[in-house]
């Protein structure tokens, strides 16, 4: 009996301890680690989620919305999302628009999309400020404004953001609401070239 309870009693230390480690690891690990099949880290996410932690809050809405570890339910990453934005999260304020912008798990909706967009880009998250000045840019959701969409694209751009320089180029060379400027299209056409050969092209998330 004495002999049974001490390997109980070493299995539960050892359990403890396994979990210990678990929440030692990123959010973003543990998505990743669920997503490839380990159901203890996205178990562990979701109580970290439940417990408050925006990062956890966010990779547990990643899960939720592609289905990493568990089955797809894009009502529940919209509700993490939300839970993450309200602490201040802003790649959560991204992916909720980019939801609203891209029409694919939900209806299209560019007002919504632009409206979670502009608060992931004053967060300085350089996804959200590329959408949100692509919106400003085209007049999509929002009421067309040049400047602000150079603000917000240029500082994607200052954040490694090719995909905005190559925004700033298409709005030049079109004259997308600014006077048609080659010289500058191909100054940004030439930037984002530049951009995406050093470094990573954006900061998605993969």
Known sequence: MKRYAGFVLIAIVALVASLAFITLR??????????????VD????????????PDAQFWYGVTCQYGFGRAQNIKAAKHWYR??????????????GNL?????????NLARA??????????GNPEAENSFGYLLMT??????????????????????NAIAARNLAL???QGLFVPRDQQAARFWRERARHMAANGPESHKIQ
């Open 114 to 123: 632009a409206y979670w967009l502009k608060i992931g880009a004053k967060r």
């Open 42 to 53: 996205g178990l562990v996410l979701g109580l970290r989620a439940e417990l408050g932690n």
């Open 83 to 96: 839970r993450a934005i309200a602490q201040g999260n802003a790649p959560a304020a991204f992916n909720l």
């Open 171 to 173: 709005m030049y060379q």
């Open 100 to 108: 609203y912008e891209q029409g694919k798990y939900v209806p299209q």
């Open 26 to 39: 990123a959010p973003k690990d543990q998505a990743r680690n669920a997503a490839f099949g380990n159901p």
């Open 139 to 160: 007049g999509q959701g929002v009421t067309a404004d040049p400047k602000q969409a150079f603000f917000w694209l240029a500082r994607s751009v200052l954040q490694g």
